[in-house]
């Protein structure tokens, strides 16, 4: 990821109006900037989320609050919780989120 043309800012997330995006159950509440090329984004998933896709995009994500389980299409299932965080290249393995009591997510793509 390169960063360019981008000048100094501040972000009040509250500001951001939410845009709402269904899992197979539950949904995600995304705020979203963008910046050129790069996507940010402060995300809530409602308690029971499940993705309803594999998703191949490059993400830098951190758990802020809650709790995320991360599938990758071979099996194998990662849990994050608040203050950590995953990275992964765009192309690279598939993955998909799942969250049983919810989550709160910061996620630059």
Same mark, same amino acid.
């Given at each position: 990821m390169k960063m360019s043309d981008i000048p100094f800012g501040m972000t009040d997330w509250s500001d951001i109006e939410p845009t709402l995006h269904p899992g197979e159950t539950g949904h995600a *509440?995304?705020? =979203?900037r963008s #910046?050129?090329?790069i996507r940010? $984004?402060?995300?809530e998933y409602t308690p029971g989320y499940f993705a309803d896709h594999w998703c191949s995009?490059?993400?830098i994500l951190l758990v802020l609050e809650g709790e995320l389980l991360t599938e990758l299409d071979d099996g $194998?299932? #990662?849990t994050l919780k608040a203050g950590q965080s995953y990275q992964v290249a765009d192309g690279a393995e598939p993955? $998909?989120?799942? =969250? *049983?009591?919810g989550?709160?997510?910061f996620i630059v793509d």
């Open positions: *509440i995304w705020r =979203t #910046f050129g090329d940010v $984004r402060m995300v995009k490059g993400h $194998r299932v #990662f993955h $998909r989120s799942k =969250t *049983i009591q989550a709160k997510l």
